[in-house]
T-cell receptor, first 113, second 113 residues
Framework: AAGVIQSPRHLIKEKRETATLKCYPIPRHDTVYWYQQGPGQDPQFLISFYEKMQSDKGSIPDRFSAQQFSDYHSELNMSSLELGDSALYFC????????????FGPGTRLTVL | QKEVEQDPGPLSVPEGAIVSLNCTYSNSAFQYFMWYRQYSRKGPELLMYTYSSGNKEDGRFTAQVDKSSKYISLFIRDSQPSDSATYLCAMRPSGGGADGLTFGKGTHLIIQP
C-alpha cells in the first residue's frame, strides 16, 4: 500500500538559512499534519491542514510556515534556522472522518550547523 | 507536568513473555487513544486505535482504556525480538477533525532472544 512520502530524507543547513520540507500524503487522504521530534523526545505537533486550510496549530515557531496545495501535498518552510531546529520532522496524513487515523511518513532529518 | 506520562524504560523482557506498556494522562478531554511503534530513526507506525473506555484486540496486541482512571495500556503476547522498539502512546480530544496528537515520551522495549 502507498505510504506518506517525505522529501528530502536528509538535509543539512547552516544557521540563519532557510529550509523547505515536502510531504506527499497517502492517495485520497485530505489532511496532513507536521510533527517535530528532537533527539530522545516524543513527536511534538506543529500544524495541520484539512482541504488546504489550516486546521489546528500546535507549538510551531513564528519562523516556520506551512501550506497545503491543490494536490494535497504540503510544504513546511523554515526560516532563520537555529541549532535547536535540528530534529526529525514527520508528516502524517489522514482521511477526515469517524476514526481519522494518522499515518506517518519516514521523516526528514534536519541538521543545522 | 506533561499532559501524557509514560515510563521511558528501557523495559527488557525475555522472548515469549507478555509485555505491559502504560500511559497516564491528565486531560479529561482526550477521547481517542493510539499506540504507535517506532524503530530507531523511522516514522511512528500505527498499531492500535481505540475510542473511549474498553478493550480492543488485534492479533498479539491488546489495547485497554480506563477513562475513569485516565490510564491506557498496551499488552503484547508472545513477544518477539522484532518487537524491540520504542512504543509511543498518543491521544486526541476528537476523532473526526484534524487535531494534532499529544504523545507520551515513549517506552523503549527490548525483547531478549
Amino acid at each position: 500500500a502507498a505510504g506518506v512520502i517525505q522529501s528530502p530524507r536528509h538535509l543539512i543547513k547552516e544557521k540563519r538559512e532557510t529550509a523547505t520540507l515536502k510531504c506527499y500524503p497517502i492517495p485520497r487522504h485530505d489532511t496532513v499534519y507536521w510533527y517535530q521530534q528532537g533527539p530522545g523526545q516524543d513527536p511534538q505537533f506543529l500544524i495541520s491542514f484539512y482541504e488546504k486550510m489550516q486546521s489546528d496549530k500546535g507549538s510551531i515557531p513564528d519562523r516556520f510556515s506551512a501550506q497545503q496545495f491543490s494536490d494535497y501535498h504540503s510544504e513546511l518552510n523554515m526560516s532563520s534556522l537555529e541549532l535547536g531546529d535540528s530534529a526529525l520532522y514527520f508528516c502524517a496524513s489522514s482521511l477526515v472522518g469517524l476514526n481519522n487515523e494518522q499515518f506517518f511518513g519516514p521523516g526528514t532529518r534536519l541538521t543545522v550547523l | 507536568q506533561k499532559e501524557v506520562e509514560q515510563d521511558p524504560g528501557p523495559l527488557s523482557v525475555p522472548e515469549g513473555a507478555i509485555v505491559s506498556l502504560n500511559c497516564t494522562y491528565s486531560n479529561s478531554a482526550f477521547q481517542y487513544f493510539m499506540w504507535y511503534r517506532q524503530y530507531s530513526r523511522k516514522g511512528p507506525e500505527l498499531l492500535m486505535y481505540t475510542y473511549s473506555s474498553g478493550n480492543k484486540e488485534d492479533g498479539r496486541f491488546t489495547a485497554q482504556v480506563d477513562k475513569s482512571s485516565k490510564y491506557i495500556s498496551l499488552f503484547i503476547r508472545d513477544s518477539q525480538p522484532s518487537d524491540s522498539a520504542t512504543y509511543l502512546c498518543a491521544m486526541r480530544p476528537s476523532g473526526g477533525g484534524a487535531d494534532g496528537l499529544t504523545f507520551g515520551k515513549g517506552t523503549h522495549l527490548i525483547i531478549q532472544p
